[in-house]
């Protein structure tokens, strides 16, 4: 089945700086990447997606970049505000039995201001 | 309703105690997801229902757990003779159509702990 990794498993940056996240996935037939972002006794939040027939989509400060042939896909967020900290999961799907999708661990970031 | 609504928001149980977590999605959703959430640890998947079947449960722990789902609406997940390795979030989330052309909506959980 699909296995996903989340790098790193926290991050600290300073306000206004730029974070990356990076997930790696393990099966090739997988074909769309959402981003959730978690905040302290809330559920997940999709934040942006990414289909297997684009390499970047953009939503102001936040990017996201897919390489299939290396199966990996990176979050990019640019000039970081305090309420960007949470915990952000990558998650990949196969399409199997519906819409189901298989997460990485998480990364919790935090910006310093 | 305007989003996924979970309930109980936090439950305590003592360890052997049965227990049921209640989920009640976006209306008109037909997909409907429960996935577990670890301290620390990512989402694991549960079962999935389309309507009132559940053509994938291949994430439920053990026969201890179980779910259903009745008018294509609120969901239940039940786990009995609960253990301390039970605690955890537990997180539903729903889709319109179980396609990806429309991405999850969680609620935002209920905290089980077993003492």
């Known amino acids: 089945g699909e296995n996903v990794e989340q790098h790193p498993s926290t991050l600290s940056v300073q306000e206004g700086d730029s974070a990356v996240i990076k997930c790696t996935y393990s099966?090739?037939?997988?074909?769309?990447f959402p981003w959730y972002k978690q905040e302290l006794g809330k559920g997940p939040q999709l934040i942006i997606d990414?289909?297997?027939?684009?390499g970047e989509k953009k939503d102001q400060r936040i990017a996201v970049t897919l390489n299939k042939t290396a199966k990996h896909f990176s979050l990019h967020i640019t000039e970081t505000q305090p309420e960007d900290s949470a915990v952000y999961f990558c998650?990949?799907?196969?399409?199997?039995?519906?819409?189901?999708?298989?997460f990485g661990a998480g990364t919790i970031l935090r910006v310093k201001s | 309703g305007a989003g996924v609504s979970q309930s109980p928001s936090n439950k305590v149980t003592e360890k052997g105690k049965d227990v049921e977590l209640r989920c009640d999605p976006i209306?008109?959703?037909?997909?409907l997801y429960w996935y577990r959430q670890s301290l620390g640890q990512g989402l694991e998947f549960l079962i999935y229902?389309?309507?009132?079947?559940?053509?994938?449960k291949s994430g439920l722990p053990s026969d201890r757990f179980s779910a259903e789902r009745t008018g294509g609406s609120v969901s239940t997940l039940t786990i009995q003779r609960t253990q301390q390795e039970d605690s955890a979030v537990y997180l539903c989330?729903?889709?319109?159509?179980?396609?990806?052309?429309?991405?999850?909506?969680f609620g935002s959980g209920t905290r089980l702990t077993v003492v």
């Open positions: 989330a729903s889709s319109l159509d179980g396609t990806t052309n429309y991405g999850y909506t």
């Open positions: 099966d090739s037939a997988s074909n769309y």
């Open positions: 990414i289909r297997s027939n684009v």
């Open positions: 998650a990949a799907h196969k399409r199997e039995y519906g819409n189901k999708l298989v």
């Open positions: 209306s008109g959703h037909t997909a």
């Open positions: 229902f389309q309507g009132n079947s559940a053509p994938d």
